[in-house]
């Protein structure tokens, strides 16, 4: 199956030091995805087009991994 995507958004980690009234996220946990998971999952989704790929969190740049 072909699928095409306008917006995807991949949260890339579940660490955050805010504490933001507004915040639907939940409780913060010490958690990254990787590179090669990223990769993994875009390559078993088949996916064909992404118009706009966003990486949330969390907060993105706790992910030092992904600031390399
Ligand atoms: S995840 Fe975003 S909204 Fe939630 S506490 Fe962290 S910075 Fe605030």
Do not use: W
Not at 11 to 35: A, M, P, S, V
Not at 47 to 63: A, C, E, M, Q, T
Request: glycine fraction near 8%.
């Amino acid at each position: 199956m072909k699928i095409l995507y306008h917006d995807l958004q991949i949260e890339i980690t579940r660490r955050c030091t805010g504490d933001c009234k507004h915040c639907c996220r939940g409780d913060q946990q010490n958690l990254d995805l990787t590179k090669e998971e990223i990769d993994a999952l875009l390559n078993y989704n088949d996916i064909h087009s992404v118009n706009r790929l966003l990486f949330s969190g969390g907060n993105p740049p706790l992910n030092g991994e992904m600031l390399e």
